[in-house]
């Protein structure tokens, strides 16, 4: 049975650093999926990882994935405020079920 | 515009009476899915379906019906609500070729008291 784990599950960083956050999953999950959800908000789709080694960026954010590992890491550089906001991974077993991580809930300070 | 649309957004009920949230989407995307989330918990899936008259359950599925009728709506029922559904539920719909990506609606909060 697939199980995602998040860390760390609170961020908080000053503007202009760098940090990562990391999604550990248990078994093998067909793909990975970044999420973004604003404070009283719904999710906004990041991510979609297909394949072992896949990396995406947009911005300030770069997704990877590490199949071996069963690793996917969300690095965010040069942090800005805009970027506070909860962030989610979830994997997929099979196509059609999502397994969601608990989320890090990202604080940005000036 | 292109999206996915939940009615009712708040709605504050009592036990046992039975309620229905609507979910709709003018995407033409076969796959839809309905999610709990919970403070601690993430999100939760609760059931999904692949097509018209297609669902299945996901990890969290008791106390929940769902049916597809149409491949635009996805209706989620509490036939018997109890206050541990009190939590904020969260339709989504994807095309089942493509990117992969998953649209979700605004957002459904409900109280069951």
């Known amino acids: 049975e697939l199980k995602v784990e998040q860390n760390p599950l609170f961020l908080s960083m000053q503007e202009g650093k760098n940090y990562t956050i990391y999604c550990n999953y248990s078994?093998?999950?067909?793909?990975l999926y970044w999420y973004r959800q604003d404070p009283g908000k719904s999710l906004e789709s990041l991510f979609v990882l297909l394949s072992n080694g896949a990396v995406k960026q947009e911005g300030r954010l770069m997704a990877s994935l590490d199949t071996k590992a069963r690793l996917s890491t969300l690095h965010i550089t040069a942090a800005v405020h805009d970027l506070s906001a909860t962030y989610f991974c979830?994997?997929?077993?099979?196509?059609?079920?999502?397994?969601f991580g608990t989320g890090t809930r990202l604080k940005v300070l000036a | 515009e292109a999206q996915v649309t939940q009615n009712p957004r708040y709605l504050i009920t009592v036990t046992g009476k039975k309620l229905t949230v609507t979910c709709s989407q003018n995407m033409n995307h076969e796959y839809m899915s309905w999610y709990r989330q919970d403070p601690g918990l993430g999100l939760r899936q609760i059931y999904y379906?692949?097509?018209?008259?297609?669902?299945d359950k996901g990890d969290v599925p008791e106390g929940y019906k769902v049916s597809r009728k149409e491949k635009r709506n996805f209706p989620l029922i509490l036939e018997s609500p109890s206050p541990n559904q009190t939590s904020l539920y969260f339709c989504a719909s994807r095309s089942t070729g493509g990117t992969d990506t998953q649209y979700f609606g605004p957002g459904t909060r409900l109280t069951v008291l």
């Open positions: 379906s692949m097509n018209v008259e297609v669902t």
């Open positions: 078994t093998t999950s067909d793909r």
């Open positions: 979830a994997g997929s077993s099979g196509t059609y079920k999502y397994i």
